[in-house]
């Protein structure tokens, strides 16, 4: 592992994205922050190294992330390792149980390792991880997810269909799919949509500046 320029986060060797560092995504963060209802538990799913996880940290009482690659799962632990509120589970979730071939980014953007995805041009490894559906934890009081798993989003929110309908908590999720112009079936956001949420609408139609499709949908109910 190696630190980051501004020597603030613990990143793999081989990453060569140059703009992880400890204002990454902190736009993203502040928003949501601002629409936040409760603060008892978040969850940070397809937690790379820990910067979402960490922020959170400050703002909830507990933090439960999920983070199946082990390259990852050691720069997770140094950089959250003076925290007591987070709890790390090393796999990933989806909506069936079992053990899953997942590539890993070895030379790039680690953060875009992926089930269910193939890369051209990027170089990455075959390994196995262990693949957990989410209900299976009976989490309670979550107030909050956080969702960045590179494609297998649907199949991650299939498998929390009992936490979100009991739960209601805000969600903050990557979606490249529902806008694609390949789309030809059910995106995460059409699932979320289909069981009660909304679109609560992000800066320049849910792109921000580094260019992700994030979406922050919040159950109706609320408002």
């Given at each position: 592992?190696?630190?980051?320029?501004?020597?603030?986060?613990?990143?793999?060797?081989?990453?060569?994205?140059?703009?992880w560092s400890d204002s990454y995504e902190k736009r993203q963060f502040d928003i949501v922050s601002r629409c936040l209802i409760g603060?008892?538990?978040?969850?940070?799913?397809?937690?790379?190294?820990?910067?979402?996880?960490?922020?959170?940290?400050?703002?909830?009482?507990?933090?439960v992330a999920f983070e199946p690659v082990p390259s990852h799962i050691k720069c997770f632990q140094r950089n959250c390792d003076d925290?007591?509120?987070?709890?790390?589970?090393?796999?990933?979730?989806?909506?069936?149980?079992?053990?899953?071939?997942?590539?890993?980014?070895?030379a790039g953007n680690t953060g875009m390792s992926a089930l269910n995805k193939r890369f051209y041009g990027v170089k990455s490894d075959?390994?196995?991880?262990?693949?957990?559906?989410?209900?299976?934890?009976?989490?309670?009081?979550?107030?909050?997810?956080?969702?960045?798993?590179?494609?297998?989003?649907?199949?991650?929110?299939?498998?929390?269909?009992?936490?979100?309908?009991?739960?209601?908590?805000?969600?903050?999720?990557?979606?490249?799919?529902?806008?694609?112009?390949?789309?030809?079936?059910?995106?995460?956001?059409?699932?979320?949509?289909?069981?009660?949420?909304?679109?609560?609408?992000?800066?320049?139609?849910?792109?921000?500046?580094?260019?992700?499709?994030?979406?922050?949908?919040?159950?109706?109910?609320?408002?």
């Amino acid at each position: 592992m190696k630190l980051t320029p501004d020597n603030s986060l613990w990143i793999p060797s081989g990453d060569t994205f140059r703009w992880w560092s400890d204002s990454y995504e902190k736009r993203q963060f502040d928003i949501v922050s601002r629409c936040l209802i409760g603060r008892r538990v978040a969850l940070d799913i397809g937690a790379h190294v820990g910067l979402w996880s960490k922020r959170l940290a400050s703002l909830f009482e507990d933090v439960v992330a999920f983070e199946p690659v082990p390259s990852h799962i050691k720069c997770f632990q140094r950089n959250c390792d003076d925290i007591s509120n987070i709890i790390l589970h090393p796999v990933a979730l989806s909506n069936e149980r079992g053990q899953q071939v997942m590539k890993v980014i070895s030379a790039g953007n680690t953060g875009m390792s992926a089930l269910n995805k193939r890369f051209y041009g990027v170089k990455s490894d075959d390994i196995v991880v262990q693949v957990d559906v989410l209900d299976d934890y009976s989490l309670v009081d979550v107030d909050f997810i956080k969702m960045d798993v590179e494609g297998n989003e649907l199949r991650a929110l299939q498998g929390a269909m009992n936490l979100i309908q009991r739960c209601h908590p805000l969600i903050f999720v990557e979606d490249h799919y529902h806008t694609s112009k390949k789309k030809n079936g059910l995106s995460s956001i059409d699932y979320l949509l289909s069981i009660g949420y909304k679109d609560l609408g992000l800066p320049n139609g849910h792109r921000f500046d580094d260019g992700e499709n994030n979406y922050l949908m919040s159950y109706e109910g609320w408002n």
